[in-house]
């Protein structure tokens, strides 16, 4: 009986233990940190024994193969220890894919790639098929291969996932977009995250689809120097393409093979360039896996967007607030500056993943009257804003970045969450840092 061990007690973690336990494998998941109760549970009613608080050397080194959750780089001791005795080390979604035969449509990408996977996904169930949503989005990619079938999977794909990834391979393959993100776990290198993103194209054969942005000059400056079998859909709001999907005018236009499809911008259900981008990566999909036009028409003028993502919270004083917890780097949080037609309140920072704020320039100095710093450690937002805005101000909890920018939003300006880091110096993840705002705001 081959051990596996889980290094990482989370989600992801504690699906890919399950996985194990139900092909048979000697399975024991170790975790540095405390587990929560609710995967406790998991494990103990699949028998799995588990760790918490540390590793013990001796529980992890007799592996014939490790799964890691995609949080852990590769620097911690006991990885290095793992990494020299040359046990494999691989991701949940490596490990889950060697026992999933369903399709598998795959996304990726700096910004976007949640709300993409979303739209497709919505689209899939609405014309009918068997479909699951996994990745770095909703339930384990494991825990659903243990336990149901679908005949489809939709993947969001972090480059964190991507690294661990050997012979998984993508039926299709959407990259939104490549802007600097999580450097500091690429030695601040842009390579090596470029590298990590375009795994999403390994293995992939002349049957299978991949779908790229031609307007991100990251990605098409590398298309050349990967080698690519798969049929290539590039999507533009800048050009006209043969096969993939363009915009003229006021409409958006969608080829592949000999189906065609075209919708007015102003019908789609997420407005703004950049879910212009996304609907258009999630109809090319749809009409690559043969979706009735009818049905691609209702899924992407009804899908109601993600949580966390420029998610209007409410008006408070003729004062809106939107939570974008979810922007956790530049690129990410210029999009929802651009989206935004009125003054800003802008409430900004966290853990600073090696950002470079200089695109936000120009945006800030037009749209943004008063800067919040949420964070521990503000000072290169100081450095960096404290000359383009009237006013500045630090805080440590959503609660108290709220009643300032209630204090000092003016009626018709934005109240606008948009961090452009993570969220690990004050908050468990983005998520919990979106609820807090959102309670904040209710509680005005």
Same mark, same amino acid.
């Given at each position: ?7 990482g007690?989370?989600e /992801?973690?504690?699906g890919?233990?399950v996985l194990?336990?139900v092909? &048979? #494998?000697d399975v024991?998941?170790?975790?540095s940190n405390?587990?929560n109760n609710?995967?406790k549970?998991?494990?103990s009613?699949?028998e799995?024994?588990f760790?918490?608080?540390?590793h013990?050397?001796?529980n992890?080194l007799?592996a014939?193969?490790?799964v890691?959750?995609?949080?852990i780089?590769?620097?911690?001791p ?5 990494? $020299?005795?040359n046990?494999p =080390?691989i ?14 449509i795959c996304?990726t990408?700096s ?7 979303s739209?497709?996904?919505f689209l ?12 770095n989005i909703?339930? $384990?990619y ?8 679908n005949?489809?999977y939709?993947?969001e794909l972090s480059s964190?996932?991507l690294e661990?990834m050997y012979?998984?391979?993508?039926d299709?393959a ?5 802007t600097?993100d999580?450097?500091?776990?690429y030695?601040n290198?842009?390579e ?5 993103k ?6 992939? /054969?002349?049957e ?5 942005c031609?307007?991100?000059e990251? /990605?098409i400056s590398h ?5 690519l079998?798969a ?6 709001q800048?050009i006209e ?18 189906q065609d ?7 789609? $259900?997420l407005q703004?360039?950049?879910?212009i981008?996304n ?9 690559v896996?043969n979706?009735?036009?009818? =049905?691609l028409r ?5 899908f109601?967007g ?9 008006? =408070?004083k ?9 922007a956790?780097n530049?690129?990410s949080t210029w999009y929802?500056?651009e989206s ?6 802008w409430?900004a920072g966290?853990?600073d993943?090696?950002?470079d ?12 009257r ?5 964070g521990?450690?503000? $000072?290169k ?13 630090d805080?440590t ?6 009643n300032?920018? #209630?204090?000092?939003a003016?009626s ?17 993840n983005?998520?919990?840092? &979106?609820e807090k705002?959102?309670e904040?705001?209710?509680n005005l």
């Open positions: 009986m081959s051990r596996l061990v889980i290094l007690g989370g /992801s973690g504690t890919a233990a194990g336990k092909k &048979g #494998y024991f998941l170790s975790d405390m587990i609710e995967a549970e998991m494990l009613k699949y799995i024994p760790e918490e608080g540390g013990i050397r001796e992890i007799n014939d193969v490790v890691k959750s995609p949080g780089p590769d620097t911690v006991i990885l290095v220890e793992i990494i $020299s005795k046990i =080390v991701s949940e979604i490596e490990f889950a894919g060697r026992y999933d035969s369903s399709k598998k996304v990408g910004n976007g790639k949640t709300t993409t996977a739209i497709i996904y899939l169930k609405n014309a009918g098929l068997k479909v699951g949503l996994a990745g909703g339930q $384990s494991a825990y659903q291969v243990a336990t149901c079938t005949d489809f939709v993947l964190f996932q661990g012979d998984f391979k993508a299709i959407v990259l939104l977009n490549i600097p999580h450097l500091d776990r030695n290198e842009m090596g995250y470029i590298r990590a375009f795994r999403i194209t390994q293995n992939m /054969s002349k299978d689809c991949f779908i790229f031609a307007d991100d990251i /990605s298309l050349n120097n990967i080698v079998h049929k290539q859909l590039p999507f533009s800048k393409v043969k096969e993939g999907a363009y915009v003229r005018d006021d409409k958006m236009y969608v080829h592949y093979a000999d499809y075209q919708m007015f911008l102003n019908e789609l $259900s703004g360039k950049h879910n981008y609907s258009m990566a999630a109809a090319i999909t749809g009409k896996l979706i009735e036009n009818e =049905v209702e899924s992407l003028s009804s109601k993600v949580e966390h993502r420029m998610e209007k919270v409410l008006k =408070v003729n004062v809106l607030y939107i939570n974008d917890s979810k956790t530049v690129n929802a500056l935004v037609n009125t003054p800003v309140v409430i966290g853990k993943k090696g950002n704020y200089e695109p936000l320039f120009e945006l800030v100095n037009e749209r943004v008063v800067i919040i710093c949420l521990v450690d503000n $000072s937002l100081h450095r960096d804003f404290a000359d383009k805005v009237e006013e500045m101000y805080v909890s959503a609660e108290e970045a709220v300032i920018a #209630y204090r000092v003016r018709g300006e934005t109240v606008l969450l948009s961090p452009a880091c993570a969220s690990f110096d004050l908050f468990k983005f998520e919990e840092r &979106g705002f959102k904040a705001i209710r």
